[in-house]
C-alpha cells in the first residue's frame, strides 16, 4: 500500500513554464512534508518543506500548495530552467514517533531549452 | 553544505556472502538511517540509529540485516548472509536532529547479488 503517491511520474516542460508535480497522501497523522531532488549520480537533497499550519510555502521559484483536507499537495515551479531538471520525490512524515520518511516513487522533469 | 559519504558506490557480490556497506556520516549528526531503493521504485526506510541503538526499524529490515557505529567511525550496514531480492540501491542518511528536520543522503550504494 502507498502512502505517498506522485503524479505524473514524469514531465516536460518548455524553458520558462510553470511545472506542476503532484502529491496525495493517505495518512491523515502525517504533519511534515520534504520535497528532494535528485540529479543523476547525486544524493537525494531537500528543496523545500512545508508542515500543516500553513497552506503555502515559497522559496524563490519553488511554491508548495497544501491542501490538508483533500490530503494532496503540489510542488510548481515557475519559470522552470534546464538546470531544475531531476528526479522530485515528494515525502512525508509525522511527528508521532516514527523515525521514517516516507516517499513517494518521484517525477522525473525535463526543461526543454 | 554537509556531506554523507558512502562505500563503495557499487558492489557485486555472491549469493551468501557477506557485504558490508560503509558511510560517513555529517561529522556532527546525531541521527543516522539506511533506506533501500529497487530500481524504478520509491525509497523505502530500513532502520533509524541514534546513540548507539536502533530506534526503529521497517519489516524490510530482516533478521540477516545489523547496523553499528563503533566509536563513532563508519555507520555500516552489514547483511550476512545475502540473497538475490537483497539486490538494490541502499541511502545512508544522517540528521542532527530527530523527527521532522532535514536528513541529508549520501549518493548511495548499488548492490548487486549474483
Known amino acids: 500500500q502507498q502512502q505517498v503517491r506522485q503524479s505524473p511520474q514524469s514531465l516536460t516542460v518548455w524553458e520558462g513554464e510553470t511545472a506542476i508535480l503532484n502529491c496525495s497522501y493517505e495518512?491523515?497523522?502525517?504533519?511534515?512534508f520534504p520535497w528532494y531532488w535528485q540529479f543523476p549520480r547525486e544524493s537525494p537533497a531537500l528543496l523545500i518543506a512545508?508542515?500543516?499550519?500553513?497552506n503555502k510555502k515559497e522559496d524563490g521559484r519553488f511554491t508548495i500548495f497544501f491542501n490538508k483536507r483533500e490530503k494532496k499537495l503540489s510542488l510548481h515551479i515557475t519559470d522552470s530552467q534546464p538546470g531544475d531538471s531531476a528526479t522530485y520525490f515528494c515525502?512525508?512524515?509525522?511527528?508521532?514517533?516514527?523515525?521514517?520518511?516516507?516517499f513517494g516513487s518521484g517525477t522525473q522533469l525535463t526543461v526543454m531549452p | 553544505g554537509p556531506k554523507v559519504l558512502q562505500i563503495p558506490s557499487h558492489q557485486i557480490i555472491d549469493m551468501g556472502q557477506m557485504v558490508t556497506l560503509n558511510c560517513d556520516p555529517v561529522?556532527?549528526?546525531?541521527?543516522f538511517y539506511w533506506y533501500k531503493q529497487i530500481l524504478g521504485q520509491q525509497m523505502e526506510f530500513l532502520v533509524n540509529?541514534?546513540?548507539?541503538?536502533?530506534?526503529?526499524k521497517s519489516k524490510l529490515f530482516k533478521d540477516q540485516f545489523s547496523v553499528e557505529r563503533p566509536d563513532g567511525s563508519y555507520f555500516t550496514l552489514k547483511i550476512q548472509p545475502t540473497a538475490l531480492e537483497d539486490s538494490a540501491v541502499y541511502f545512508c542518511?544522517?540528521?542532527?536532529?530527530?523527527?521532522?528536520?532535514?536528513?541529508?543522503f549520501g549518493k548511495g550504494t548499488r548492490l548487486t547479488v549474483v
Open positions: 561529522s556532527n549528526h546525531l541521527y
Open positions: 495518512d491523515s497523522t502525517f504533519d511534515y
Open positions: 540509529f541514534y546513540n548507539g541503538k536502533v530506534m526503529e
Open positions: 515525502a512525508a512524515s509525522a511527528s508521532s514517533g516514527s523515525w521514517q520518511l516516507i
Open positions: 542518511a544522517s540528521s542532527l536532529e530527530g523527527l521532522n528536520t532535514e536528513v541529508f
Open positions: 512545508i508542515r500543516p499550519v500553513s
